[in-house]
């Protein structure tokens, strides 16, 4: 199979120009499904850290590079959502986050915040032994006791080392929420309203923000706290 992926025909949330060449890498098995990003793309055309993927594979070798506290050796493997991009030796870690129109960017964060990354639920099962299974954005699972609750929407952050939740935000009216994707990727809010659609249609969500605020459907909204926003401590 081919290692290219057409420009043209790449997802939005590809921070690539489309326009510059026919062909650009083509992203590996792995998270995010279809909206990952491979890494290689990171390190040359949104950083400028590899002038090609010769360049990049000996980064990758020297085990300096880590997404979510893991070294990476794949130029290819796909890059989304709330990663935790690490580089060890230049002592630089980034959160990806929504940029404007839905293209991923990276947030510069501490490293105290690189040890462990958010995670949207959008699945829940129970599995043997009464334990539930949580299945993340990015395609992760998580196997938590039954007596804990947790419920679709909701966000958790874990632990990168360990994989042990560390905090729990609620998907509820008044919670701080990140649209991903859709007209107003990018943009921070507080659930203000979530509208329950009857039927198969996606429930809609009512954001309000300082100068107004937005609509969008509950699948583009995340939960997030306040230091997502910039504000925080680790940013």
Known sequence: MSNHQKRLSVPNSWPVERKTATFTVKAGAGPHGESGVPLLIVL??????????????????????????????????????????????????YRVFPGEGGRLALTAIEADAAESKLGKIVTKTHVDGG???LG??????????????????DSIVVDNESS?????????????????DGAHAGEIGTIDEIQVTPGSAQNNVLVSQDDGGFETVEEYVVVIDENFTGGGDDE
């Open 136 to 153: 993340l954005h990015d395609g992760e699972t998580l196997v938590v006791s039954d007596d804990q609750t947790y419920d679709g929407g």
């Open 131 to 133: 334990e539930v299974q």
């Open 44 to 93: 040359r055309d949104v950083l400028g850290y590899a002038d090609n993927r010769k360049e990049a594979r000996y980064a990758l070798n020297e085990d300096n590079v880590l997404i979510n506290g893991k070294a990476v050796s794949d130029e290819e493997r796909p890059v989304g959502m709330f990663d935790i991009l690490a580089f060890t030796e230049r002592e630089e870690y």
């Open 164 to 180: 042990e939740i560390i905090a729990h935000f609620e998907y509820e009216e008044g919670a701080l929420v990140t649209a991903v």
